[in-house]
């Protein structure tokens, strides 16, 4: 059964980090893409990072660049998704989702497939 499990997620104020985790089980890492999305209270929910698996390779959001920073460890069967420098802006619900497909990239955009979810994790931003 493919299973992702977010961890990590909390109360941090402006300007602080976390790092969030996306635990699968069920399939081999090796072969996924995989993505994080965000939600937001009243929002669409929206693509963060992405990270392929071939060469890793990553794309991120022209809103978190430079401050988020996404990694995978396939012998952990794990993809980290490092916050720095968060805004309130950043609070919403955040989901990771694994793929066979490549992500896909054009003209400074990029797509992430989204074959499955895990549940999600809460960060929130404030003071």
């Known amino acids: 059964q493919v299973r992702l499990t977010e961890s990590g997620g909390g109360l941090v104020q402006p300007g602080g980090s976390l790092r969030l985790s996306c635990a699968v089980s069920g399939f081999t890492l090796d072969y996924y893409a995989i993505g994080w999305f965000r939600q937001a209270p009243g929002k669409e929910r929206e693509g963060v990072s992405c990270i392929s698996s071939s060469d890793s390779r990553t794309y991120y959001a022209d809103s978190v660049k430079g401050r988020f920073t996404l990694s995978r460890d396939n012998a952990k069967n794990t993809v980290y998704l490092q916050m720095n420098s968060l805004k309130p802006e950043d609070t919403g619900v955040y989901y990771c989702?694994?793929?066979?497909?490549?992500?896909?990239?054009?003209?400074?955009?990029?797509?992430?497939?989204?074959?499955?979810w895990g549940q999600g994790t809460q960060v929130t931003v404030s003071s």
């Open positions: 989702a694994a793929d066979l497909d490549p992500p896909q990239y054009w003209s400074g955009t990029y797509y992430c497939p989204h074959d499955y």
